[in-house]
């Protein structure tokens, strides 16, 4: 892989461009995201089970939000849904974090379990 | 048809909703995606910790509301910090297209700050349980 030049290299062809390792890397930042939403729906799941379930559900859907528009056709593919996907990631955080502010505050608390 | 191609044929087709300039370099894309990913990850783990204090901790002696007084605002700033990431990321996308200056980006000043700030909040409700 070269070096970029600069940014957004007027002038290339964006198709003829290698992304190299940086599509790996992108792939598994996706993954890390989702294994980070079953983290935090196994932690909810000990406070509320239907909400937990929820957020756990939420775990497979982002890890193939990921791999949209990544398949093993040609190398230098870009995310066609890219900003679609992003929005979808940003909601549904914004959702679980309203969801554990209701639990946090209307919930019945579980005291002493991380004593 | 598998289900990432059903998923990517529910969504818009778009890179960017910007018409505007050329299309980046992919790797710059790519790494725009990833800090979006990245900030993402550190709003849902805020969120996991807001969670963690205001149900999971005992209660401290003598601060009744000390659990809701530090989970709480994480909890909140987990959700302010995913909207932040999103609009950084469009700005970023803005000015890669653009062959523009990176803008600057607010979101380690906020962290900072609340973080901060609860570490503070923290620090006052432990000296209070501890004296009563």
Known sequence: ?115 | MSWSRRLAALLPRTVAQDSGGTEPDPRFTFANERTFLAWSRTALALVVAGLAIVQLLPPFPGVSAGRHLLGVPLIALGAVLAVAAYAEWGRNQHALRRGEPMPRSVLPWILAATVTGIAIIAAVVLLISAIR
């Open chain 1, 1 to 115: 892989m070269t070096a970029p030049t600069g940014p957004g290299q007027p002038g290339d062809d964006p198709e003829e461009r290698d992304p190299g390792l940086a599509r790996e890397r992108t792939l598994l930042s996706w993954t890390r995201t989702a294994i980070s939403f079953g983290a935090l729906g196994g932690t909810v799941l000990r406070v509320n089970a239907v909400t937990g379930l929820i957020i756990l559900a939420i775990a497979p859907v982002i890890w193939q939000l990921g791999r949209v528009s990544r398949g093993r056709g040609a190398r230098t593919e870009l995310p066609a849904a890219g900003q679609a996907r992003l929005l979808l990631i940003t909601a549904s955080i914004v959702a679980v974090s309203l969801l554990c502010l209701v639990i946090a505050i209307f919930g019945k608390a579980v005291p002493g379990t991380l004593r």
